[in-house]
């Protein structure tokens, strides 16, 4: 008695009494939560564990709408959250083409964009979006121990973007170096720059601009990227 009266005085104070002459009685698991949480921090807690076992989240339709906490498999929001969601989106789309959010298949249509949830909240982060405690604290747990080859697969990606974005670079030099060194190869019967026989040209000879490497581009995105070009030095060409 003098132990429990211990901790009825550490805890309580020492004008209350602790009975204990009946025994406590057992709880559910369901009703052992709501003592622990609220009825929000357990719905946002219970939509977190769920989603967080997925590898990847669309961009669009389950990424945004879980930073502010909203089920997406709930069609029904209230329109202010709409409207925020439709602005997060835009800045979204801007900071992937800036390549300031990484998504795993960045080349297929928009609302296809998948993206790792480490990487979504790390972008969050990065651009000041407030985002529920529940998902920041089960993040951190996931980022510390539960799956560690995410990162590995982020720089593979990460990797391939750099390898990519060189090749375009050497594909715009060779273009530039056959435009001065053989441009009547690059040139129509007109006299007129055309951009297919440049990447004909370039592929050709893709050892003298690649080494060893296979160009990650093929001919058709070669010959839109020499024509983007065209387009934005015709002026002094």
Known sequence: MKII??????????????????APVEMTMSERERNIYDEDRLRLQKLYEKW???????????????LFGLNPDTKKHDND??????????????????KLL????????ADEWEVFPVDLYRWAMVSRISVPDEFS???AFVMQTVKPEQHSHTQTVVEQDAVLQKHREI????????????????????????????????LENKQEWFGQDEPLLVESEMTELINNYIKLTSPIM
């Open 5 to 22: 009266n211990k901790i009825k005085t550490s805890l309580f104070g020492a004008d209350k009494e602790i009975s204990v002459a009946n």
């Open 102 to 109: 990484s998504v795993v298949n960045v080349y297929n249509s």
């Open 81 to 98: 959250i709409l409207i925020k969601t439709d602005e997060l989106w835009e800045h979204a789309q801007e900071c992937v083409q800036k």
């Open 171 to 202: 594909v715009l030099g060779a273009a530039t170096s056959l435009l001065v060194n053989a441009s009547g190869q690059c040139k129509d019967d007109k006299g007129k720059v055309v951009a297919i026989n440049i990447s004909k040209l370039i």
């Open 52 to 66: 967080i076992c997925k590898d990847k989240w669309l961009l669009r339709k389950e990424g945004i709408p879980l």
């Open 137 to 139: 604290t089960l993040i």
